[in-house]
């Protein structure tokens, strides 16, 4: 500070002037003394320097990098790339010499589709225009893909270094959409329909198989979803023609089925009738034959057992019972059958025409 300046505030302190009180009673008020910025000029000093200017530098500079999982870093010294990628983790660079960039290695997705999502741009989800082509008779087809992948940190630092930070639109996009052209290109579009299932196995497939055939195998292909199949209005009036004939042919067939069925069934209750009556025909045949052997084995007992002796008894109730008929009608006569057999004739004679035959 100058002299001046130090001699003034002495004279402020001392009291000096009319506003300060006498000359020597220094009773008037003090100034605030300044604060001393002499630090001093020793070596400890010089080594606190230094310190705070290596602490400034390295705040500007960063000499350091602090990568994430999910992400891959690629070292680049004096603008050449590393082909080692570097894994999550904390890393020491030389300032000015050397910069690391931090590339994605999550799943990332593209959505080729006419919806419209808003979508952050770190999300890793790319929103597309649907993939327009052809059929194999030229007609127009739109289709709807999502494609998720990730990029290869192995080699993530050569795909980089070839194709930049832009390498989605360079490897996935362009094959995506020439995969499509060719598989769709070899189907008729009223088939597309009924053949979803293998439409979206071959794009799965010929797409993976295009990206692992590039060098270094850049991308990590994780699934192909075919969405939607986008067909021309007359091919989807034709499908509607063709599905509505459909169903009226099967319709019909079942129409027919029913019919049959009802035939059948009705054939068989008629057959179970016959068997039925057949059965019960046989059962009534089988009764009486049962029933005749029946009888006829009675007759051959019963004729067994007529001797002389029981059929001279039996004349005797007979010709007892005509007596007893004689008491009441007088003037009817009796006719014995020869050998005195039984049965007997009874005529009466008031009324010829009355005969009774008593047994």
Same mark, same amino acid.
Do not use: C
């Given at each position: 500070?100058?002299?001046?300046?130090?001699?003034y505030?002495?004279?402020?302190?001392?009291g000096?002037?009319?506003?300060?009180?006498n000359?020597?009673?220094?009773?008037?008020?003090?100034m605030?003394?300044?604060p001393n910025?002499?630090?001093?000029k020793?070596?400890? &000093?010089?080594?606190v320097?230094?310190a705070?200017?290596?602490l400034?530098?390295?705040?500007l500079?960063?000499?350091?990098?602090?990568?994430?999982?999910?992400?891959?870093g690629?070292?680049?010294t004096t603008?050449?790339?590393?082909?080692?990628? &570097?894994?999550p983790g904390?890393?020491?660079?030389i300032?000015?010499i050397q910069?690391?960039?931090?590339?994605?290695?999550?799943?990332r997705?593209i959505?080729y589709?006419?919806t419209?999502?808003?979508?952050?741009?770190?999300s890793g989800?790319?929103?597309k225009e649907?993939i327009?082509?052809?059929?194999?008779?030229?007609?127009?087809?739109?289709?709807?893909?999502?494609v998720?992948?990730?990029l290869?940190?192995v080699?993530?630092?050569?795909?980089?270094?070839?194709?930049?930070?832009s390498?989605?639109?360079?490897?996935?996009?362009?094959?995506?959409?020439e995969?499509v052209?060719n598989v769709i290109g070899?189907?008729d579009?009223?088939t597309?329909p009924?053949k979803?299932n293998e439409?979206?196995?071959?794009?799965s497939?010929?797409?993976?198989k295009?990206i692992?055939?590039?060098?270094?195998?850049?991308v990590i292909?994780?699934s192909?979803?075919?969405?939607e199949?986008g067909l021309?209005?007359?091919?989807?009036e034709q499908?509607?023609?063709?599905q509505?004939?459909?169903q009226?042919?099967?319709?019909?067939q079942?129409?027919v089925?029913r019919?049959?069925?009802?035939?059948?069934?009705?054939q068989e209750t +008629?057959?179970?009738l016959?068997e039925a009556?057949?059965?019960?025909?046989?059962?009534i045949?089988?009764?009486k034959?049962?029933?005749?052997?029946?009888?006829?084995?009675a007759?051959i007992?019963i004729s067994?057992?007529?001797?002389k002796?029981?059929?001279?008894l039996?004349q005797?109730?007979?010709?007892?019972?005509f007596?007893? +008929?004689?008491?009441?009608?007088?003037?009817?006569?009796?006719?014995?059958?020869p050998?005195g057999?039984?049965p007997n004739?009874?005529?009466?004679?008031k009324?010829p025409q009355?005969r009774?035959?008593?047994?």
């Amino acid at each position: 500070m100058p002299a001046d300046m130090n001699d003034y505030f002495k004279k402020r302190q001392g009291g000096g002037g009319n506003n300060g009180g006498n000359d020597g009673g220094g009773n008037g008020p003090k100034m605030p003394e300044m604060p001393n910025f002499n630090l001093g000029k020793g070596p400890g &000093m010089i080594a606190v320097y230094v310190a705070i200017a290596l602490l400034v530098i390295l705040f500007l500079t960063k000499p350091f990098v602090v990568i994430d999982e999910g992400e891959s870093g690629i070292k680049v010294t004096t603008g050449k790339y590393d082909p080692i990628s &570097m894994d999550p983790g904390f890393h020491i660079l030389i300032p000015f010499i050397q910069r690391v960039i931090l590339v994605d290695t999550k799943v990332r997705k593209i959505e080729y589709t006419k919806t419209i999502e808003r979508t952050d741009r770190n999300s890793g989800i790319q929103i597309k225009e649907p993939i327009e082509v052809l059929d194999a008779r030229g007609l127009p087809v739109i289709i709807e893909l999502t494609v998720q992948y990730q990029l290869n940190k192995v080699t993530a630092s050569q795909t980089i270094s070839k194709f930049g930070l832009s390498w989605e639109e360079k490897i996935i996009n362009p094959v995506a959409r020439e995969v499509v052209r060719n598989v769709i290109g070899g189907y008729d579009a009223e088939t597309l329909p009924n053949k979803r299932n293998e439409i979206g196995i071959a794009i799965s497939d010929a797409l993976a198989k295009s990206i692992n055939a590039q060098e270094n195998t850049p991308v990590i292909l994780d699934s192909v979803q075919l969405r939607e199949i986008g067909l021309p209005v007359k091919v989807k009036e034709q499908i509607e023609r063709v599905q509505v004939a459909k169903q009226e042919v099967e319709k019909a067939q079942q129409e027919v089925e029913r019919a049959k069925q009802i035939a059948f069934k009705a054939q068989e209750t +008629a057959r179970g009738l016959a068997e039925a009556k057949k059965i019960e025909a046989e059962g009534i045949a089988e009764a009486k034959k049962i029933e005749a052997a029946g009888i006829a084995k009675a007759n051959i007992l019963i004729s067994k057992s007529l001797t002389k002796n029981l059929l001279l008894l039996e004349q005797m109730k007979v010709q007892g019972k005509f007596n007893e +008929a004689l008491t009441v009608n007088k003037d009817a006569k009796i006719f014995l059958t020869p050998g005195g057999s039984t049965p007997n004739i009874w005529v009466d004679m008031k009324n010829p025409q009355k005969r009774t035959t008593a047994r």
